[in-house]
């Protein structure tokens, strides 16, 4: 079993920026993939961007590309995310996600992870 720990949510001014950390805990893999979705009120959980954490190999939304970057921090055991540039369309409560090999459904579906954390705030005032 697998616990997730995200911190780094706060409120930020639109145009700023904040960044996110994801601790995992528990049971070691050999080989995962962690990422980050986001759900706004209202609306469905979307994915943001994920990590193959043995390789570093990234993939993100559209709507954050150029914005946001994903990073894996081997020494502190956890997954960041960097978010620049940030707009009130990106507030949401951002969740982290663990999903080791191999994939079903993709990694840009909810329902390919099998660990989440409880996810912590982002709200971007404009």
């Known amino acids: 079993q697998v616990h997730l720990v995200e911190s780094g949510g706060g409120l930020v001014q639109a145009g700023g920026s904040l960044r996110l950390s994801c601790a995992p805990s528990?049971?070691?893999?050999?080989?995962?993939?962690m990422g980050w979705f986001r759900q706004a009120p209202g609306k469905e959980r979307e994915f943001v961007a994920a990590?193959?954490?043995?390789?570093?190999?990234?993939y993100y939304a559209d709507f954050v590309k150029g914005r946001f970057t994903i990073s894996g921090d081997d020494s502190e055991n956890t997954v960041d995310l960097q978010m620049n540039a940030l707009k009130p369309e990106d507030t949401a409560v951002y969740s982290c996600?663990?999903?080791?090999?191999?994939?079903?459904?993709?990694?840009?579906?909810?329902?390919?992870?099998?660990?989440w954390g409880q996810g912590t705030q982002v709200t971007v005032s404009s």
């Open positions: 996600a663990f999903k080791t090999f191999p994939l079903r459904v993709g990694l840009h579906q909810a329902n390919e992870y099998d660990y």
């Open positions: 990590i193959h954490w043995n390789d570093g190999e990234t």
């Open positions: 528990g049971r070691k893999f050999s080989l995962y993939y």
